[in-house]
């Protein structure tokens, strides 16, 4: 595990006034580092908050409280407007939807070289010469950088939107849910893409993902979230060999096996019950109404994220009731 810190993320919450009296806890209490020129994957549910949490993480949404320290100096959301220009250059996001993230007016030249005019790193020659560059890096020709993104196909458009991403030289990146939108056939092509890139620049990876083969493919950790709160923690290989939360191992036995004779008799955990409201949700886990191993102590105190092991976190009174 590599020793430096890129990113700290400190009891970061997110909430949303919804209705006088209501407020939705799309992040609540989360805490987790990203080390220098890893991936961490983060994956669960539509809702659960993962989106949320790498948009804030980014500095895209302010913060409800908690803090995200960057390179251990800059505090993402204590930032002048000078200071978040400069923390821009650092930091670059992937959308999920290549489509609608990309300006259909612009020319794939203009949209990949926007941040280059942005912050002025190159004009004239230089400019056309670095769009061409990144054109080639992401598997594109130069000739695409005249043509308008209607005119490419989805896993062409999400390598723009990587091209885009890379044209400024960021040190970390959130990768919010960048394969979810393309064909099974051309995920892994953009995910062997980030890898590739991702050691050719040392670049640092906030992946996130409901696909949890493509995670496990990509990230040196995992984070698995469950209604703004971080249920589980830890090392892919570990994650996937010994999940410890409920909720992770009914995620992970939901995953499908390549072999339909295993397919067939695999033993699948089945979640009952009903998914709480994340709307001023009530004290205790968020995961007691569909857990199976439900106690009385579930309901009534929210379990912490404690390391059960060296560098695996679990947040769940049945794994830590001798530290309960």
Known sequence: ?????????????????????????????????????????????SGCGKTTCGRTVMGLYEATGGDVLFNKTINVHKLNKKEKKDFARKSQIIFQDPYASLNPRMTVGDIIGEGIDIHNIHRGEKRTKRIFELLDLVGLNKEHASRFPHEFSGGQRQRIGIARALAIEPEFIVCDEPISALDVSIQAQVVNLLIKLQRKFGLTYLFIAHDLSMVKHISDRVGVMYLGKLAELASSDELYSNPLHPYTQALLSAIPIPDPKVERTKERIELKGEIPSPINPVEGCRFASRCGYVMEKCKERTPELLEVKKGHFVACHLVNKENT
């Open 1 to 45: 595990m590599k020793n430096d810190v890129l990113i700290e993320v400190k009891n970061l919450k997110k909430h949303f006034n919804v209705g006088p009296k209501a407020v939705l806890k799309a992040v609540d209490d989360v805490s987790f580092d990203i080390y220098k020129g890893e991936t961490l994957g983060l994956v669960g549910e």
